[in-house]
């Protein structure tokens, strides 16, 4: 029996700048099913997602390449409801693919937030200290400082999107950080890829973690233990 993967996202499906990372690192047949909280809303139904002072300011991409900016808050129901429906199918396990904080979904297959798994794996090499985050947006920093505070280690974010790249942006991100006291640069956000991590390594000497790499690489090895 081969897995069937599903990939629940906060924007819009087909993810192209993701699912052929996936492809790449899972096993040969391993099916992968999308699904995305924004696919089918209208401009102006997405505009209503928009966060409101105080609400967990999320960033996500649209099916065009364009960004979408979100409210936590506001978006919990509609992956309930994309959970739910992956539960009846024949899902063997589900990726909430982003790396924010979120409350704990019902899910009869295992849901993976790569939240818990990123924060984990870097707190388990770096174990205390102090480490730079790429993050998509300004308006993120506090929730991000707050949510690697969580776990002992503090953060000194720097800006740079994964949706409407500027490699210069991360380069000048990269470089401010290895010029501080830091023990590695985390980037934190689904959408970085491993050309954009390439960057990063050129222009430091810290430890680089990308997210993508250590949920779909730890889900990998689940995905090997289902197909046999």
Known sequence: MYPTIGVITIGQTPRVDMI??????????????ERGVLDNK???EILNLSPNENQTVLVSR????????????????????????????????ILLACTGQFPKFISN?????????LNHVVKGVIQEGIIGVVIPLPEQKNSIIKKWETIGLTA????????????????KAADELEKLPIK?????????TEEMKSIVQENTNKMVFLARNVIYQTMAELSSFQSE
């Open 109 to 117: 297959v295992p849901l993976i937030y790569p939240d818990y798994l």
């Open 184 to 192: 590695a640069i985390v980037l934190d956000c689904m959408g970085y």
């Open 62 to 93: 649209l099916s065009n390449g364009d960004k979408a900016v979100i409210a936590k808050e506001k978006i919990l129901p509609f992956i309930q409801d994309l959970i739910n429906e992956l539960n009846l199918s024949d899902t063997t396990m």
């Open 156 to 171: 000194i974010p720097k800006a740079c999107s994964p949706y409407n790249f500027n490699k210069s942006e991360l380069i």
């Open 20 to 33: 052929p990372a996936m492809q790449n690192i899972f096993p040969d047949n391993t099916a992968i099913v």
């Open 42 to 44: 209208t401009e102006k």
